[in-house]
Structure formats: C-alpha cells, structure tokens
C-alpha cells in the first residue's frame, strides 16, 4: 500500500506526470475511430430491440424438465401464433417470445393454457407480459425528451457553475460516452429495453459527475493563472487531471463494484430482466464516461480556454520564461527569489508549475514519466535541502 | 492560506453525531410503533398483475384526452378493480394518457379482461327495481339478501316533486320483498328531472302495459337471482347489448334494476354540469342540480321517451343513467321533455351533482383504452427476483467494503459505519413512504439502491482523498481534516446535486418500472449528502484526536510515511535567512 500511496503522492506533486492534454489529438483520434464503428454498426446491425418497443408477448413457465421442443409444439397448436422464440433460461425456466400477440385476453388465454397442457404446469404459474406495438413509441419519445432536456439543463448548470467553454467541452464528452454505449450495444447484439434506456440516461448524470469532479480541481488551479507565468493553462489542466486521477479511478472502481454485483445477479441468476440490462448499460456506460472525463472533456476544454487571447499571452510567457530558465541553467547563480515565492502558495499547482516550468518544450514533452527532475539549481542550494 | 488559522475551529462533531442517533431511532420508533416494518413491494417482487391501460379518444368523436376525462376513467377502472376484493391495489394516473393498474396476488386473466373495456353511458328505461339481494317467489318465507345488508325502503316520497335522492342515499329497512309488489310500489331511488321553463308537473298516469311481457325468459331469471350486494357482481366492465334488456345493480349495491333497451346514448348528451338550484323568483335555494345538454339525436330520442315515461307509474316512469353496466342514477319523469337540456333535480350535494355531471360527460366522449404493457407476475417469479436483488446487494456492498479496508485503511471503517447509517436512514424513508405517499419498492427501484451504494461511497472517496492530499502537504490530521473538508464538500455538494438532477429528470421521463430506480436514486443522494455531512464529517474530526489516527498509525490510512508526505517545511522567512531548516519541526495548522 506504502507504494500506492507514494504514487499517490508524486502524482499529487506533479513528479509523476501522465500527459492527458498534451497527448490530446492522439485521445480524440481514438474516440473518432470508436464513433465512427459505433456508427456505421448502428446504422448497418441497428439494435436489438425487446418486445417493450416492438410489441409481443413474453412468457416464461418454470417447468424443470420442460424442453425447447415441447413448448413449440404446444404453440403449434394455438392459430395466429408465428415464429415464436423459445428458449431455456438457467435450468429450470423456459422463456418464450411470440411477436405480435394481440394484447387481446382470449388469445394470451389459450397460448397459456396450451403451454400448461403441454408442459404440466397450470396456466397460473405461466409468468405473462403482453406489450402493445405503439407502448415502445412512448418510451422512446420520452427517453429522447429528457435526454435533450438534461443536456440542456447541464450547460446551464456548468456554465454558471464554470464557464461556457468548459460547459461545451463536458457535453461533447457525454455525447461522446452515449455514441460508443448505443455502439457497443449495437456491435454486440445487447437487447435494448426500457431499463437500458433508463441505464444510459444515467450514465449521462455519472459521467458528468466524474466530468464536475475533474473541473473543480482545474478551476482550482487555474484560478490566478492569467496574471503569472508560471503555467499555461493546458499544463495546469494536465495536473489537475493528474492529481484527480487516483480520485477518479477510485470513484468509478467503487461505483462499478455493486453494479458488477447487479450484473453477475440479474445475467447469472436470474438471466434476464431489469437488473441485468441496467447493470449492463451502467458498466459500459461508467467506463466510457470515466474515460471521457480524463481523455475527452478536459484536453477539449483546454484547447478551448487556449484560444484565448489572455490564455495565448500567458502562453507566451511561459514559453519566454522557460527559454530564460534555459539560459540560465548553464550559469551557476544563487537561488533567485523565484525558487522562494513558489515556497508558499499552493503546494500542488507550485510543484507541478516547477515541474512543467521546467520541462524543455513545455506541455508537449511532458509525456515522460519522471520521477526526477533534473533541477541543477538545487545542486548550489547552500541549505542543503533535498528538494525531489 | 494555511498561515491564517490560528488554532483548530471549534466544530460540534458530537452534536451531529447524536443528532442522526436521534433521527434514527425516530424513524424506527415509528415504524414498529405503526406496525409498518417492511417496504410495500411492487408487483414483480410480491407476484400479481400490472396493465398500463393508454387512453385514446374513440375514432370518430371529438373526444380529448384531458386531466377530467382521464380522473372519470380512473374511477370507472378504480371500481371495476375494487370489485375484485384485492387490498393494496392500485389504480394510478400516470404521466397525461396512462392508467397503470397494479392488482399484487391475483395474475388471472380476468383481472386483465376487466380493466381494458371501454365503459359506455346509456339511458335505459326502468322496469322494474327491487332490493340488491336474490328474490324470493311471493308466498315463500322470506329471507334475508346474501350478506344481510340493508335494502332500500319503499316508502312513497312525501310529495310529487319528491326531494329522495339518487341511489346514494336510501335508507335501509331490512326486509327483502316479493318480486310483484315491487312492481307497483314506489321505490325510493327517484328524483324528478324538470325542464327549464315549464309548468309545475301534472298526476302521473296509470302504469303501461305489456311491456313487462316481452322481457326473454334468461333475462328474469337473472333478475331474480342476481345478488348486487356482492363486490363482483358491481364490477361494471358488462357492456350489454343496447337493443335488448337487461338487468343491473346499482352501482353502490342499493337496488337492482330491470332495464329495457336503451333509448339514448351516452354520446348524444355532449355535456353536463353541476350547478346550484333556483326557485322561481332567482332565489338561490342551496340545492344542486345536474343540468344535461343533448344534441338534436339526443333531443329527439329523449323527447319520445320521457313522453312515454311520463304516462307510468313509478318505477316505469324512471330512467336508468347507467354506465358500465352499472346504474349510476334513476331519476323519474313526470313530463314529456322536449327540449335540448334537461335537468335532474333531487337530494344533490355538491360532490354527488359533480359526481354524475363528471358520469355524463365522461360517457359523452368516452376513452378508448388499450392495454399496453401488461404483465403478470407469478409469487414464485417475484419471490426468485427479490432474492436476487437481496443477493446483489449482499455482494456489492461486500465488495465495496473489503476494496474501502483494503485501499483505505482505518479510514475505510469510518466509510463503512457511514455505509450502515445510510442504509438504516433509507430503509427506514422507504417503509415509511409506503404509507405516506404509496411508494412500492420494485426491482428497479432495488436496482437503484444498489447503484447507490457505488455513488454513496464515492463521497467519502472524495473527502478521503482531499484528507490524504492534505497530509500529504504536511498538515497534521486535525488541520487536515478542516481544511480538506471545506473544499471537499463543495465538490460532495456539486456532484450530488448533479446526481439528483440526473435523477430527478429521468424520474419525469422514465414509464413504468422503472420510475423506481429513478425515485430510488434521487432519494438516496439525498441521503448521501445528510450522511456526508451530518456522520462521516463529524466522526473523522473525533477520530482525528485519536492516536490511531491522528498519529498516522500504519492501517489508518493517513499514514504520512506510506502516503508520501513531504518532511515537514517551515515558513519562508527562516529559509530566507539562510538557516538551515530543523529536520522534523511541526509545521503550524
């Protein structure tokens, strides 16, 4: 643990330093790459839709020692009835499909009673859901009316609570998270029912809270930054995401565990239903949503509080001043009272500002994980302090 | 920042400690005080029958989908369902065009069957009305109706503008009485209907004849043995055949009626309202009255039979206001009626006139109701299903507990004993809101408490985390503990605002089921944030002065050492002076 721990703390300082936003166009390409499959797979496959949206019937009868073959010819029987799907579910269950099923009573009547003939089970112990064709039109309006009413209530929300450009930058990322789950139910088959929809709307509020979490320690950090020249405002984004990263992969490990509880429940035990397609969408979804927050949301708001005019000139400074720095590295010269003010303020951003400050190049070539700085100045410290 | 402070500000940590012991012990005081200690559980973990019943106006009419004409279905479903004798079902609006029903215990067909009709208003001419209860042949000992409720007295109405009511309010006498006297007696259920603007009404005339004689031999029968006081035979949902007679129960149980075919239809009385009674001279009388508008078919057909009516004698000079089969109303005639509004006049309150205006309209432009999503759950299928969730509970909330002890430590104690109260707390909301507002836990909303545990817990990562970055600059646990807390829980706020609002938004946009997980996770971050704030905060700042903790014990989790902490510093102005820093010197708060 000792070693998490330290991990923990040298990402904190910024000794460790992972470059999320340097390394932007190679994350977005990716994204594209898995949009693009995503897309194509949805426009090609399309979903696999349950009963909910397409209208039918779904019975399940527990008849251990009831086989597939029965339950069909049972169904054989009863007029109107075509291609029904019957499957065994676990060993004890049979689920049976029948599509357009008349949510009238007489003809779900006589499916059920022929199957309890057929399979020894009286027709009350058949579990029924009979669905309407047009039920599945309703939930879909609705999921699509409160999917823009919640993106819309969020860029309210974040551009008050931060500004615009990060409020833009979050939903490209959630609109991104949403693409690749609808992609990856697609590419896979997954069905789709009500409870997914309902998953994936959820993903959209987690995600964003992962998205908030990482924001609050960037506004953090770049609160005072116009004024100095200490860091451009990529570099201090790129610490913030770093020093919430462990924050981050602790958050989205804890939340996944009870929903790979839900998953292994409602896929294992009891194969199909609610628990099983929430718990699916929520995991896809948390991972792309984790994902985005740290690759996506903030290298994007970053290069969009670059454009700037403010932000390029702080740019520029930085920049001078590394190539100041520079000069100065080949004279031995006392501690100047730069070292000093950087003594006090807040820790995190100043050691990582030193940090990057002093990385060549600035933010781009920060990908190297370092865990010691070359820092020639502490050489000539007269105090003798160890600086790491 | 940290220069500031000037020593560790006072908090009350014990305060809000006993604060939520109170709190709990109140909530489960008044569950096992009111008896209530489990949730209300949902058709698909309890076993039974669920239909959402979409309203569409019928092809044809002009009928419109509005919150009155969906609370009038709501109530004819309400009866149809109540008339099976299931405790604890439901019948519930939701969103602008569906009813959902949920009936726990029965999964029949029936159940389905009776709920999807769409209910029709008809007026029938009476022809005979008698007690609810099975008749007897005159001659033989009478006995008493099935279930030994009252029957309606038969005492004439003190005046031919007799003031009796509707059915609602007769009065009971105790006897049943033979089918033939009935016919010439005067039953109590009667209210003289008065057209605007005519003179008082004349003597009725003698009864009619002949037409008791065509009435099918099956539909006397009937007559005879039909008992309305039993729940299931008031069920409604029976549309019989306009052309041709039949036999119906009032709709409160208090008469059974003899019908013949219907003479109007609900369709032709476009609307009805409830209004105050005026004498004469415009003196309002504090009586009410429902005034009915019918159009020219109605008018016509209404015209040729209360002309008829008119000429009977009581019952046969009544009309049957009936509704699903079932007779909402019979007010008597006395004259022909030939205008395109009408009233009925009687013992009306306000909410019974409003009542039966609400009927009229309702039948005028009745609803189409399919049934869109049904489902039937057996008890042995709801059983497997909260095991499950039960189950999945049990692991997640396992695992979350060894990765908080493995990850955190000490510290994953605190996260644990906050996990326990937030769990106490919600249990606890959930069985209360079962009596309060008719909250049922479903497998969605199971779904929703377990999801919850992951977002519960992230709270305290985030709190824990902040700790550890402070101790990581070298505070002391104390100074830690209020200076991360204030930072950390803007963040705690945000994200669970933002939570709620995902919850709150999916709540309004989620049908069926699965508006429990919404419910259920909006409450829970609710809970998160008081649990947060009112426990977790307070017990680490008691901890905090530990020696385990406070100290940096190896397992609490705040081990500088193993947290990488940097050694301790100390202010500028002494490393500006160029003396050497001590190596362990305390840094101040």
């Known amino acids: 643990m000792s070693r998490a721990g330290n991990f923990g703390a040298r990402l904190y300082r910024g000794d460790v330093s992972y470059d999320f936003v340097g390394r932007r166009w190679l994350w977005y390409g990716i994204s594209i790459a898995v949009i693009v499959i995503s897309l194509i797979s949805l426009g090609a496959r399309g979903l696999h839709l349950s009963i909910d949206f397409k209208g039918g019937a779904v019975y399940s009868v527990k008849a251990p020692g009831a086989s597939v073959a029965q339950a069909t010819d049972a169904l054989s029987g009863v007029p109107g009835v075509v291609d029904p799907i019957v499957q065994k579910v676990g060993d004890q269950t049979l689920r049976i499909e029948i599509g357009d099923v008349a949510s009238q009573g007489s003809k779900s009547d006589e499916i059920k009673k022929a199957l309890g003939q057929k399979l020894h089970v009286a027709p009350d112990n058949i579990g029924a859901q009979v669905v309407g064709p047009s039920w599945g039109n309703e939930i879909s309006q609705k999921a699509l009316l409160g999917l823009l009413i919640f993106l819309g209530l969020v860029v309210l929300y974040l551009s008050i609570a931060f500004e615009w450009k990060m409020a833009l930058a979050a939903m490209v990322a959630l609109v991104h998270d949403l693409v690749i789950t609808v992609g990856v139910y697609s590419l896979v088959g997954f069905e789709v029912s009500p409870a997914t929809v309902i998953g994936v709307l959820t993903i959209l509020g987690y995600s964003l809270y992962d998205t908030v979490v990482v924001y609050d320690k960037v506004k953090e950090n770049t609160r005072n930054l116009a004024g100095g020249a200490r860091m451009t405002y990529s570099q201090a984004a790129n610490l913030a995401v770093n020093q919430t990263l462990i924050r981050s992969i602790n958050t989205s490990l804890i939340a996944l565990l009870p929903i790979a509880a839900l998953l292994f429940v409602g896929a294992g035990l009891l194969h199909a239903g609610v628990l099983k397609d929430l718990a699916l969408a929520l995991f896809i979804g948390i991972a792309a949503g984790t994902y985005s927050s740290i690759f996506i949301a903030t290298p994007l708001a970053a290069t969009l509080k670059e454009r700037e005019p403010a932000m390029k000139a702080l740019a520029r400074r930085v920049a001078a001043r590394q190539q100041a720095e520079g000069r100065k590295k080949a004279a031995p010269v006392e501690p100047s009272g730069q070292d000093l003010d950087e003594g006090q303020a807040e820790p995190a951003a100043v050691r990582a500002g030193a940090g990057a400050a002093n990385g060549a190049g600035g933010s781009a070539s920060a990908g190297r994980a370092q865990s010691a700085r070359p820092r020639p100045k502490s050489r000539n410290r007269p105090s003798g302090k160890k600086r790491r | ?589």
Request: with cysteine.
């Open chain 2, 1 to 589: 920042m940290a220069a500031s402070k000037s020593g560790p500000r006072r908090t009350h940590p014990g305060r809000a400690l006993a604060f939520v012991a109170v709190v709990v012990v109140a909530l489960y005081g008044t569950m096992f005080a009111t008896g209530h200690t489990t949730p209300r559980l949902g058709i698909d973990l309890a076993g039974g029958t669920s239909v959402t019943l979409t309203a569409k106006p019928i092809a044809g009419t002009s009928g419109k989908i509005t919150p009155d004409s969906m609370n009038e279905e709501v109530k004819i479903i309400r009866q149809r369902v109540n008339s099976l004798g299931v405790n604890e079902s439901e019948v519930a609006k939701q969103g602008s065009n569906n009813i959902v029903v949920s009936v726990p215990g029965k999964h029949d067909q029936r159940t389905l069957d009776l709920v999807g009709q769409t209910a029709l208003l008809y007026f029938r001419p009476v022809l005979a009305a008698t007690n609810p209860g099975p008749l007897v042949k005159p001659g033989n000992t009478p006995t008493p109706g099935a279930s030994g409720k009252p029957t309606p007295s038969a005492s004439a109405p003190a005046k031919p503008n007799a003031a009796a009511t509707p059915s609602a309010s007769a009065k009971p006498s105790g006897q049943p009485r033979p089918l033939t006297q009935d016919l010439t007696n005067q039953p109590a259920t009667a209210a003289t209907p008065a057209a605007a603007a005519t003179p008082p009404p004349g003597a009725s005339a003698p009864p009619g004849a002949g037409s008791l004689g065509d009435i099918p031999q099956d539909v006397q029968d009937k007559f005879t043995s039909l008992d309305c006081t039993s729940a299931a035979a008031r069920a409604g949902g029976d549309n019989a055949d306009p052309g041709k007679p039949t036999v119906a129960c009032a709709q409160d149980g208090t008469a059974k009626y003899l019908l013949a075919p219907a003479a109007v239809k609900g369709t032709d009385v476009p609307t009805a309202s409830a209004q105050l009674e005026t004498a004469a001279q415009g003196v309002v009388t504090g009586q009410w009255k429902v005034v009915l508008n019918l159009n020219a078919k109605g008018t016509k057909d209404f015209s040729a039979i209360t002309a008829q009516l008119a000429k009977n004698q009581s019952p046969q000079n009544q009309f049957a206001i009936v509704l699903d089969g079932l007779v909402v109303s019979a007010p008597q005639v006395s004259q022909q009626i030939n205008s395109s509004s009408a009233e009925i006049t009687g013992n009306f309150t306000q909410q019974s006139a409003q009542d039966l205006a609400g009927v009229l309209k309702n039948g005028a432009l009745p609803l189409a109701l399919t049934k869109s999503d049904s489902q039937q759950v057996t008890a042995t299928l709801g059983g497997d299903q909260l095991h499950g969730g039960l189950v999945a509970g049990a692991i997640g909330l396992g695992l979350v507990v060894v990765y908080a002890l493995i990850y955190y430590g000490g510290l994953g104690f605190v996260a644990i004993f906050s996990l326990v109260i937030a769990a106490l707390l919600t249990y606890a909301i959930a069985v209360l809101l079962g009596p309060v507002m008719g909250f049922t836990l479903n497998l969605a909303g199971v779904a929703g408490l377990i999801v919850s545990i992951g977002i519960t817990a992230d709270s305290f990562v985030v709190f824990f985390e902040r700790l550890r970055d402070e101790v990581r600059d070298g505070r002391t646990l104390r100074a830690a503990v209020e200076h991360g807390w204030v930072r950390a829980r803007r963040t705690v706020l945000v994200a669970d605002f933002v939570s709620f609002l995902a919850a709150a938004v999916l709540y309004f946009v989620s049908v069926g089921t699965v508006k429990g997980f919404a419910f259920t996770l909006g409450l829970t971050t609710l809970i998160d944030v008081a649990v947060v704030f009112l426990f977790t905060k307070p017990l680490i700042t008691l901890l905090a002065g530990t020696r385990f903790f406070g100290g940096g014990h190896r397992f609490s989790g705040l081990d500088p050492k193993r947290l990488g902490a940097r050694a301790k510093t100390t202010p500028i102005a002494r490393r500006r002076s160029g003396v050497p820093a001590p190596a362990n010197s305390a840094k101040e708060a």
